[in-house]
DNA sequence: CTCACAGTTTAGAATGGTTCTAATTCGTTG
DNA sequence: CAACGAATTAGAACCATTCTAAACTGTGAG
């Protein structure tokens, strides 16, 4: 019966340990929404469904905090912004280098691993830029 | 000098065809919208960039008028539109196979030919699904 | 341990792009 | 030229997101 449960202890110690790695100060709604995002695998959310989903854990997080964490852990790298609809905004827990399949109509972000897909032939940009990134959004739908 | 002038009447000619084409009535707005968008080369516009500049023109068009028309365009397959931005939506008057550089600051859009540019190794979809398309936006900002 | 203070959270208002409503105007067809 | 359905429009509504300013809390100095 070791590994069977939830270990909170262990799980608000890590969390508390990447926040203060980040530079970001460990508090109850911080580390409520790090636990949320950060104890299982690689993970999508919206806004509004990371704030649904902490507060069926029984925790109260304003919806103003979720976005001010959002964007916190953001600019901390814990997270990565991904633009693929007009009309919400998604956060992503993986930060490094893949890709996305999109459903639009489900609003339903899957990974691509990095390492499988390969964008050849990009052009050198217009004098003055520079390359910042590439994101390549596979849009699919329901047979 | 033959060329070198605008040709008002060839425009609105060439407008009015084109929207009885995709079976949309050629009204005042709708031409004048055409008529901007489709007389010079492939553009990106917003909807505000849009109105705006058909403003210039003296022609009044209401912001309502131009969100239903862009629409009505892009599911008569004119134009396409382009998600790169949570802010705003863009449109696209090349609505052939291409990918395009995002410059996020100046909300500057340019094309990637479509020959140009190759991804490779996009895994099938999960069971169920299917491939609608594949977009690839290279971010760039100012050096 | 306590206190003070900067940092954080929050309710609610504000914002801004987009969509809706319902009344007016227009294009087409007979 | 009707007459009718389609299109336009002003303004309201919508909705995700951001802002405001007041209350609260984590922290570290004493
Ligand atoms: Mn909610
Ligand atoms: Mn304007
Ligand atoms: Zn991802
Ligand atoms: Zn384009």
Do not use: C
Not at 17 to 41: D, H, I, K, M, N
């Amino acid at each position: 019966m070791a590994k069977a449960l939830r270990e909170p202890k262990d799980t608000s110690a890590q969390a508390i340990a990447r926040l203060r790695e980040a530079g970001l100060r460990p508090t109850r709604q911080r580390v409520e929404l790090a636990g949320v995002l950060f104890q299982s695998g690689d993970r999508h959310v919206t806004a509004e469904s990371l704030h649904d989903e902490v507060a069926q854990t029984g925790v109260k997080v304003s919806l103003a905090t979720v976005y001010n964490t959002l964007h916190q852990f953001t600019e901390a790298g814990l997270l990565r912004q991904v633009i693929v609809d007009a009309a919400r905004s998604y956060f992503d827990t993986n930060t490094g280098d893949h890709q996305h399949f999109f459903v639009e109509k489900e609003g339903l972000l899957i990974d691509i691993p990095g390492e499988s897909i390969a964008v050849a032939g990009v052009p050198a940009p217009p004098a003055g830029l520079s390359v910042d990134r590439v994101d390549v959004v596979v849009r699919v739908r329901r047979n």
